[in-house]
């Protein structure tokens, strides 16, 4: 028991174990669990295999309102066992972590109630919202 229990001390000045006890981290211990796999612990994903880069970039959406819809819409943040409360703020903390730059810093949180509208009305086709908000953004 003294073991376990220095090595939980250990751990815990690490870091380590409180992220995961007093489950203060949520959001990021979702984004691990959920969408590491394919976005890469930074962000960077892989845009040479079709996964957009999020980091300094996914914050430009916001600035179109189907823009902040997509972001909740996309299969990656649908397909998760997550509530609407735990999805927006995955979303928030995606937006400040690793959209950093891209994110202004007075931008409209995800709220439950936001992303359950949002799942209510998926567009068909996401590539192609994608590619038409793309069009959109880089209008001056
Ligand atoms: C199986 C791989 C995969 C997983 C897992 C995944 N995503 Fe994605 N994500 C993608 C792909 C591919 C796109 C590009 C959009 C498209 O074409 O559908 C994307 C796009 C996005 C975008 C929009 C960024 C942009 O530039 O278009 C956000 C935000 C996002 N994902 C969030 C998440 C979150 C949050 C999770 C975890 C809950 C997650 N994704 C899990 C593959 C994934």
Redesign the pocket.
């Known amino acids: 028991m003294a073991n376990f229990r220095s090595l939980l001390l250990g751990l815990c000045l690490l870091g380590i174990v409180p992220a995961v006890q007093a489950g203060a981290d949520n959001p990021k211990k979702?984004?691990r669990l959920?969408?590491m796999?394919?976005?890469q612990i930074d962000g960077s994903?892989s845009p040479e295999n079709?996964?957009?880069?999020?980091r300094d970039?996914?914050g430009h959406?916001l600035r179109l309102p189907e823009g902040r819809a997509?972001?909740s819409q996309?299969?990656?943040?649908l397909?998760?066992p997550?509530n609407d409360g735990d999805?927006a703020e995955?979303?928030n903390w995606?937006l400040v972590n690793l959209g950093r730059s891209s994110t202004p810093p007075d931008f409209q949180r995800y709220t439950a109630e936001d992303v359950r509208g949002y799942r209510a009305s998926i567009p068909e086709d996401?590539?192609g919202v994608?590619v038409k908000l793309l069009e959109q953004l880089a209008k001056p």
Do not use: A, K
């Open positions: 979702n984004f959920y969408c796999g394919c976005h994903g079709g996964i957009p880069s999020m970039e996914v959406f997509y972001l996309v299969p990656g943040t397909n998760t997550l999805t995955l979303l995606v996401i590539p994608r």
